[in-house]
């Protein structure tokens, strides 16, 4: 194996800097080594190299960006690897059990993993598949570096520059905004930060849960501390959707959601919807009001949180998106949730079935 060639067995690490010669002077080691940036990755060979280029021009610079790589086979691996030796604050770890083969919760334990390793008091997450605007770390962690906050979420929008008709159509579904500007109380781990006693009060992130760990974090969170939501921290999410792709995340969360019996209030309106949708198609022989009245109350469903950052330019094709993509949210809700609390068996997402 050559110098440059990347470590061939999990758990290994690579981290540039090591050398006198690389370490950084000491005023500048005080002026980063606040905020450390986490991640867990497998199979994002496509998007790794967009986020991290993206973190390290950010204009508070991370003392720490700290990837791990759940044992991808697409390149992935070695691109973070490669990386590391461009980058002195970027710590590349591949872990094996941060996958589906070695962790019941391959992403939480992922995370765990990156923030175990890090020497920051405040922690940072993102995610592959997002890009961050150069002020978004800074925005994100002040009110905790200021002393306001323990905690902060940021929330995420679609990116405005590469976004598919079904990531508009689906995008509130899911959480996620329109718009930099729209404000948001939505936590996910692509946008949020933390001191690192909060994550240890907490217990970490679940790793028992396949999917939602960054919600069940979120819950456990603020038990303890009143979160932050600081303006145009969001991360800029790429997620590329087909509708398919996009009616199978929908199926993955409710089969989740009904794994671990939460939400189930969301379960009962979902089912609700889909009666109304029936009653009204079978009373429609008598009288065409009830289907005009679900019809209208679809419309207020699909459009309500965010009408006011819909795209302006009219385009029947991505009104017609958002308003099928509404009316089919419902049924796969309703079901996928019955199924995963009678199974209890959550679904591999496209990179652990990979």
């Known amino acids: 194996m050559t110098q440059d060639s990347p470590p061939p067995i999990a758990g290994m690490w690579k981290r540039k800097g090591s050398s006198s010669l690389n370490q950084p002077h000491p005023e500048e080691l005080t002026r980063l080594s606040q905020v450390t940036v986490t991640a867990t990755v497998l199979n994002e060979v496509g998007e790794i190299d967009r986020l991290m280029t993206s973190l390290m021009e950010q204009t508070l610079s991370p003392s720490e960006v700290v990837i791990v790589d759940g044992g991808s086979t697409d390149g992935t691996w070695e691109r973070l690897f490669a990386a590391a030796s461009k980058y002195s604050n970027l710590i590349a770890i591949q872990d094996a059990s941060c996958s589906l083969k070695g962790s019941a919760g391959p992403i939480a334990r992922g995370r765990n993993v990156a923030i175990s390793k890090s020497s920051s008091d405040v922690i940072a997450c993102v995610d592959a598949g997002c890009t961050y605007e150069s002020e978004w770390l800074a925005r994100l962690t002040a009110p905790i570096l200021k002393g306001n906050a323990q905690y902060a979420v940021g929330g995420s929008c679609i990116d405005p520059e590469d976004r598919t008709t079904w990531d508009v159509a689906s995008a509130p579904f899911f959480g996620i905004k329109l718009s930099a500007d729209e404000p948001t109380k939505s936590c996910t781990a692509r946008s949020m930060a933390f001191r690192k006693r909060l994550w240890?009060?907490?217990?970490?992130?679940?790793?028992?849960?396949?999917?939602?760990?960054?919600?069940?974090?979120?819950?456990?969170?603020?038990?303890?501390?009143?979160?932050?939501?600081?303006?145009?921290?969001?991360?800029?999410?790429?997620?590329?959707?087909?509708?398919?792709?996009?009616?199978?995340?929908?199926?993955?969360?409710?089969?989740?959601?009904?794994?671990?019996?939460?939400?189930?209030?969301?379960?009962?309106?979902?089912?609700?919807?889909?009666?109304a949708e029936l009653a009204a198609l079978a009373l429609l022989p008598r009288s065409v009001i009830p289907l005009l009245c679900v019809l209208a109350l679809e419309i207020y469903f699909a459009f309500r949180l965010d009408w006011r950052s819909f795209p302006r330019k009219f385009s029947p094709r991505l009104l017609g998106a958002r308003l099928l993509f509404s009316l089919m949210v419902p049924w796969v809700v309703t079901w996928n949730q019955i199924v995963g609390l009678f199974t209890k068996r959550n679904r591999p997402n496209r990179q652990n079935a990979a």
Do not use: M
Request: hydrophobic letters at 35%; aromatic letters at 10%.
């Open 200 to 275: 240890r009060q907490v217990g970490g992130f679940p790793e028992d849960v396949f999917l939602g760990e960054d919600t069940i974090f979120d819950q456990r969170a603020r038990k303890i501390a009143t979160p932050a939501f600081p303006e145009r921290a969001k991360a800029h999410y790429r997620p590329k959707h087909t509708f398919g792709s996009a009616i199978r995340q929908v199926a993955s969360y409710a089969k989740t959601d009904g794994v671990l019996g939460t939400r189930p209030a969301r379960l009962f309106r979902n089912l609700a919807r889909c009666l």
